[in-house]
C-alpha cells in the first residue's frame, strides 16, 4: 500500500518571503500522480498543483511550484512571495493509476502541514 | 456553478445514536467519494460511487458504516450506533467519469462530535 508522509506538522513563513513544505511517499509503482491540496479553515480543500510521475519536467501554477524527486520519492511544495491568504493546512496526496476495489481512483493523503503566514 | 454541498455542517450526536449525512455532488460528475478526517489526521478513503456501477466500499472501518447514493446523484452516509471514535469531519468529493488525473473537488465537510 501506498503512505504518504508529511515531517513538517507546522510551518510559519514571513509575509513577501518563499516557504517549503515537504512531503515523502512509498510506492512501488512507476506511474502514478501527486497533489497539493490547500484546506483553510473553511474545511473546503483545494486543489493546488498535481504532477504526473512520467513527466520530468516540475509542475508551476503561478506562485506555486513543486520539486518531485522521482528516484528520492520526494514531491515538495514551493509558495513564493507567500500571502495572508496561504495561511492553511497544506495536504501531500498520492493516487495510483491502476483501479482498486470496485474502480476507484481514491486520493491517499498525508498527515498535512499547517502554514501560518506572519504579517 | 455550484459546488459540492455537505449538509449538516456541524452534528452533535450522543453515543448510540444513528446520523445521516448528506452529499450533493455538481451536476454531471459520476464519481463520488467520501472520505474522513480525524483531528491531527489526514483524509482517510470511505467509499467511492460511479455511476451505476457496485461501490467500492473497502475504506469502511466497521459495518456500522454505509452509505447509498440515489439517482446517481445525491449520497448519504450512515452511521449506526455511533461512538466516539466516529467523531472527525466527513467530506465529500466529486469528479468527472473516474480516472487518475480528473481533479476531485470537495465539500466543506460535516463536522460530527459524538458525545
Known amino acids: 500500500a501506498q503512505t504518504v508522509t508529511q515531517s513538517q506538522p507546522e510551518m510559519s513563513v514571513q509575509e513577501a518571503e518563499t516557504v517549503t513544505l515537504s512531503c515523502t511517499y512509498d510506492t512501488s509503482e512507476s506511474d502514478y500522480y501527486l497533489f497539493w491540496y490547500k484546506q483553510p479553515p473553511s474545511r473546503q480543500m483545494i486543489l493546488v498543483i498535481r504532477?504526473?510521475?512520467?513527466?520530468?519536467q516540475n509542475a508551476t501554477e503561478n506562485r506555486f511550484s513543486v520539486n518531485f524527486q522521482k528516484a528520492a520519492k520526494s514531491f515538495s511544495l514551493k509558495i513564493s512571495d507567500s500571502q495572508l491568504g496561504d495561511a492553511a493546512m497544506y495536504f501531500c496526496?498520492?493516487?495510483?493509476?491502476?483501479?482498486?476495489?470496485?474502480?476507484?481512483?481514491?486520493?491517499?493523503f498525508g498527515k498535512g502541514t499547517k502554514l501560518s503566514v506572519i504579517p | 456553478g455550484a459546488g459540492v454541498s455537505q449538509s449538516p455542517s456541524n452534528k452533535v450526536t450522543e453515543k448510540g445514536k444513528d446520523v445521516e449525512l448528506r452529499c450533493d455532488p455538481i451536476s454531471g460528475h459520476t464519481a463520488l467519494y467520501w472520505y474522513r478526517q480525524s483531528l491531527g489526521q489526514g483524509l482517510e478513503f470511505l467509499i467511492y460511487f460511479q455511476g451505476n456501477s457496485a461501490p467500492d466500499k473497502s475504506g469502511l472501518p466497521s459495518d456500522r458504516f454505509s452509505a447509498e447514493r440515489t439517482g446517481g446523484s445525491v449520497s448519504t452516509l450512515t452511521i449506526q450506533r455511533t461512538q466516539q471514535e466516529d467523531s472527525a469531519v466527513y467530506l465529500c468529493?466529486?469528479?468527472?467519469?473516474?480516472?487518475?488525473?480528473?481533479?476531485?473537488?470537495f465539500g466543506p465537510g460535516t463536522r460530527l462530535t459524538v458525545l
Open positions: 504532477q504526473e510521475a512520467y513527466k520530468q
Open positions: 468529493a466529486s469528479s468527472l467519469p473516474a480516472g487518475p488525473y480528473n481533479e476531485q473537488f
Open positions: 496526496a498520492y493516487r495510483s493509476p491502476r483501479v482498486s476495489g470496485a474502480g476507484s481512483y481514491q486520493l491517499t
